[in-house]
């Protein structure tokens, strides 16, 4: 009797789970009644916890969501403060906010990580709220924030994390089987997942390519603007880091984990910033930006999924072939960090000073290639004229280097092993707030500028601008639905080649950028081939 009435109530609560149109914004997580707010017409929006740690341990499943308020947008994780920050910061911060249309069932999911380094950024950066497109995609979306920078990538040695150090990613990990178990509360199918991001958070989603805990938790990917020159950094690196970070005086006397658990969280957040100004070293794999990554080379990442994309698609955790994936870039992603190093126009240099600012930026084998032997005139800087020839020329083989031409490169390589995988550049975008006031952005398409665009937030758009914003979105949820972004849009074939055949244009010139051919990759190597 006692078994037949559970069997029974069982029952109704799945049914309710599964058919129920959701009234109010009021569903059951789990067993708990959770109440969002309808924060468009016809999309509500609940945030939940995903996950309870202590500082560099390993996150679980909350007990409940005491003490959550779910119509409010969650803390960011600790970090410094940029105009990626618009909400308090909390160590406690694994919260996922979903947007689901009302009545939903069954609808197709888009579970995002918002990019910034792996240092910066979450629910709260602008422009990252997604009841638009939930509403005009017909789709679940669920904005995910995991630990950042060293407290999601740096224990101290004497933490058990330490030979692990990926909490970040398994945070993530998390957060996915969380939406395995749950979504269907809010009417998303967890069979139906697409994992996204931009910048480091399409990196999360490359990371989770080479993670065989997230093998199954999602069907499709999307990686916007992804930094994919850098791979994930080896433990080698990580101990360097770490031997670094940990020697500063924040953490003098300390040698057990709870006295570095006793450092504020502020003082976690400026020996991370000191550890960025004294320890990048691009000639030995420590980048500029982003400094912190995911660590290759344990359990849960035990290959570098970059690598395994060059050169053997076997080692993936997931298998291509299965996996559909869609890789965009924006026209110049490089304008804004260039514009971060170097303030001001510069015209005309000598091979001398541009080997120097080459050689700090990627090392001296690369710049020495680029300048003096591989003999390709784009990358070279003209040695006359008063312009701003230096940083236009360094934007270009920037955006190339880092973005544009290993995006085309993986993408004939996942092609190759039988995955589905369209590649488009956004010609066109909104200038993010980041980018407003940098000169060099100026009628450019810098980094990031993206994200208005694909959550069609943009704060005044003009009539071109929400044409173009509808466009993607329409793209965009056709992928997450399962079909082709649009019936424009081809598949990239492994003989696409990099000048740009295959590539399909977002807005703007209707034109895309094109990659020098046997260049990248083979005279000049990426990051992710030599470190
Ligand atoms: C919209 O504006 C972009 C510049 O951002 C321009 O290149 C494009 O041609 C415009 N599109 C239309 C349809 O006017």
Not at 144 to 168: C, E, H, K, W
Not at 228 to 241: A, H
Not at 390 to 418: I, Q
Not at 495 to 511: A, E, N
Request: hydrophobic letters at 40%; glycine letters at 10%.
């Amino acid at each position: 009797m006692i078994a037949l009435l559970y069997y029974l109530v069982a029952l109704t609560g799945f049914a309710t789970a599964l058919c129920a149109p959701v009234t109010g914004c009021s569903i059951k997580w789990g067993t708990e009644t959770v109440t969002g707010t309808a924060s468009a017409t016809g999309v509500c929006r609940y945030t939940v916890k995903y996950g309870s740690a202590a500082r560099w341990a390993t996150a679980t499943s909350p007990a409940s969501q005491t003490g959550v308020s779910a119509t409010a947008i969650p803390p960011s994780c600790p970090q410094i403060s940029s105009v990626l920050l618009a909400t308090t910061t909390s160590e406690d911060c694994l919260y996922m906010t979903i947007y689901a249309p009302t009545s939903a069932s069954s609808l197709p999911v888009f579970a995002f990580f918002p990019g910034g380094s792996n240092i910066m950024g979450g629910i709260a950066s602008p422009g990252i709220d997604a009841s638009a497109i939930a509403k005009a995609g017909n789709m679940v979306v669920a904005v995910i924030q995991t630990r950042l920078g060293v407290l999601g990538y740096l224990p101290p040695a004497v933490a058990s994390t330490s030979s692990d150090p990926n909490m970040g990613v398994t945070d993530a990990v998390l957060a996915l089987s969380t939406i395995q178990s749950k979504i269907s509360a809010v009417g998303g199918s967890a069979t139906k997942v697409t994992i996204g991001g931009q910048s480091s958070g399409a990196s999360m989603v490359r990371a989770l390519m080479g993670t065989p805990a997230a093998k199954g938790l999602f069907r499709q990917m999307i990686l916007q603007s992804d930094p994919l020159n850098y791979g994930l950094q080896s433990l080698k690196i990580m101990s360097t880091l770490q031997s670094t970070y940990y020697a500063q005086s924040a953490f003098a006397g300390c040698s057990d984990l709870a006295c570095f658990r006793k450092v504020s969280a502020a003082d976690i957040i400026t020996a991370q910033t000191n550890l960025g100004n004294v320890v990048i070293d691009p000639s030995n794999g420590i980048p500029w930006a982003p400094f912190l990554r995911p660590s290759y080379g344990a359990a849960t990442i035990p290959n570098e999924p970059t690598n395994s994309l060059y050169y053997n698609t076997g080692a993936l955790a997931i298998s291509p072939s299965s996996v559909p994936l869609l890789i965009t870039n924006v026209k110049d992603e490089a304008a804004t960090s260039v514009s971060q190093i170097f303030g001001s126009k510069i015209g005309a240099a000598s091979n001398a000073v541009y080997y120097s600012a080459l050689n700090s930026l990627i090392g001296g084998t690369r710049a020495n290639q680029i300048v003096y032997s591989a003999s390709l005139t784009d990358y070279q800087v003209p040695t006359t004229g008063s312009g701003d020839q230096f940083r236009e020329t360094l934007s270009h083989l920037v955006t190339d280097f880092v973005w544009r031409c290993p995006a085309r490169t993986l993408a004939g390589k996942y092609a190759a092993a039988g995955g589905k995988v369209y590649v488009g550049e956004f010609r066109q975008g909104v200038t993010y707030p980041l980018n407003s006031g940098v000169d060099l952005c100026v009628g450019k398409v810098c980094h990031m500028d993206d994200v208005y665009p694909t959550f069609d937030t943009s704060p005044s758009p003009s009539a071109n601008t929400t044409t173009f914003e509808n466009g993607i979105i329409a793209a965009w949820a056709k992928f997450i639905a399962g079909s082709a972004p649009s019936s424009t849009w081809s598949a990239f074939s492994s003989g696409s080649g990099v000048s740009g055949t295959g590539v399909k244009s977002l807005g703007g010139d209707g034109l895309v950028g094109s990659c020098p051919t046997e260049y990248w990759g083979s005279k000049v190597e990426w990051d992710f081939q030599m470190f």
